[in-house]
C-alpha cells in the first residue's frame, strides 16, 4: 500500500528536499505539499493523506496550531512534526497537541523514512536526539493518577507497557517477554485503544506522566 504523504514547510527549497527523499520511496507518495499552517490544513482534507509532515514554525497559521486543528476535526492523518529548532516548547507543545512524532530537520534520511512508515502503521518516531530529554521532562513532573482505563488493562498489557515505556521495540519486548512479536503487536494496540491514545509515543507519554 502506498502511504499517501503531506509536505508542509514555509521554506520551497526544504519541501523540493523532502519530496526529493520521499519520491524516490516506491512505496510513498507526496500527493501535496503546503507553505503555511492553514494551507496544510485545507490540503490535508482536500487530499486525504496518511501522513502530513509538519513544520513548526509556518507565517499565518503555525504548526501546533495547524496539528490541533487537524487532530481536533475526528478523523485526520498521523501527523509528524518538524522543525530547525530542538526546543522544549516546541517538543512538547507538538505532543500534546497530537502529533505522532518529532523529527528535526537535519534529521538522516532514513530516520525520515522510518517515521513516516512507523506514523502510517499507528506507532510514532521521535528523533534520537531529543528521546532522552523527552523521558527525563516526563518523569520530572509531579504524576497523575491514573486514568480509570487503566484498570482495563490485562497483567500483560501493564508489562508490554512498561517495557513500551522504556523504549523498546516490539520485537525487544518478545524477547523479554518471550512471546511472538506480533502477540506484542496485539497487546500494543489493545492498550492504545483502552487507553484511548493514539500512538506507542502517546503510551509512552502516559506511562511517564503517571509513573508507571
Same mark, same amino acid.
Given at each position: 500500500?502506498?502511504i499517501?504523504?503531506?509536505?508542509a @514547510?514555509?521554506q520551497?527549497?526544504?519541501?523540493?528536499a523532502?519530496? *526529493?527523499?520521499?519520491d =524516490?520511496?516506491?512505496?510513498?507518495?507526496?500527493?501535496a505539499?503546503?507553505?503555511d499552517?492553514?494551507? %496544510?490544513v485545507?490540503? =490535508?482534507?482536500?487530499?486525504?493523506?496518511?501522513?502530513?509532515?509538519m513544520?513548526?514554525?509556518?507565517?499565518?497559521?503555525?504548526?501546533?496550531a495547524a !496539528?490541533?486543528t +487537524?487532530?481536533?476535526?475526528?478523523?485526520v492523518?498521523?501527523? !509528524?512534526?518538524?522543525?530547525?529548532?530542538? *526546543? @522544549?516548547?516546541?517538543?512538547?507543545? =507538538?505532543?500534546? %497537541?497530537g502529533?505522532?512524532?518529532?523529527?528535526?530537520? @537535519?534529521?538522516?534520511?532514513?530516520?525520515l523514512?522510518?517515521?513516516?512508515r512507523?506514523a502510517?502503521?499507528?506507532?510514532?518516531?521521535i528523533d534520537?536526539?531529543v528521546t532522552?530529554?523527552?523521558?527525563?521532562?516526563? %518523569?520530572? +513532573?509531579?504524576?497523575?493518577?491514573v486514568?480509570?482505563?487503566?484498570?482495563q488493562l490485562?497483567?500483560?498489557e501493564?508489562? &508490554?507497557l512498561h517495557?513500551?515505556?522504556?523504549?523498546?521495540?516490539?520485537?525487544?519486548?518478545?524477547?523479554? #517477554?518471550? !512471546?511472538?512479536?506480533?502477540?506484542?503487536?496485539? /497487546? &500494543?494496540?489493545? !492498550?492504545? %485503544?483502552?487507553?484511548? #491514545?493514539?500512538t506507542r &509515543?502517546? =503510551? &509512552?507519554?502516559?506511562? /511517564?506522566?503517571?509513573?508507571?
Amino acid at each position: 500500500m502506498t502511504i499517501r504523504t503531506l509536505i508542509a @514547510d514555509d521554506q520551497p527549497e526544504v519541501r523540493s528536499a523532502l519530496r *526529493l527523499v520521499l519520491d =524516490a520511496e516506491p512505496d510513498i507518495e507526496v500527493v501535496a505539499e503546503a507553505g503555511d499552517g492553514s494551507q %496544510a490544513v485545507r490540503a =490535508a482534507h482536500r487530499h486525504r493523506p496518511d501522513v502530513v509532515i509538519m513544520d513548526i514554525r509556518m507565517p499565518l497559521m503555525d504548526g501546533l496550531a495547524a !496539528i490541533e486543528t +487537524l487532530t481536533g476535526a475526528g478523523t485526520v492523518p498521523t501527523i !509528524i512534526a518538524l522543525t530547525t529548532f530542538d *526546543l @522544549d516548547e516546541y517538543l512538547f507543545g =507538538a505532543l500534546q %497537541a497530537g502529533a505522532a512524532g518529532f523529527l528535526l530537520k @537535519d534529521t538522516d534520511p532514513r530516520l525520515l523514512l522510518d517515521a513516516v512508515r512507523a506514523a502510517h502503521q499507528g506507532h510514532g518516531l521521535i528523533d534520537p536526539q531529543v528521546t532522552r530529554r523527552l523521558i527525563h521532562r516526563f %518523569a520530572a +513532573l509531579s504524576p497523575k493518577p491514573v486514568t480509570p482505563a487503566y484498570d482495563q488493562l490485562t497483567a500483560r498489557e501493564r508489562e &508490554v507497557l512498561h517495557h513500551l515505556a522504556q523504549g523498546l521495540s516490539n520485537a525487544e519486548i518478545a524477547r523479554e #517477554l518471550w !512471546i511472538e512479536e506480533g502477540t506484542v503487536k496485539t /497487546h &500494543v494496540n489493545r !492498550i492504545l %485503544a483502552k487507553l484511548r #491514545l493514539r500512538t506507542r &509515543v502517546h =503510551a &509512552v507519554i502516559y506511562a /511517564h506522566r503517571h509513573r508507571l
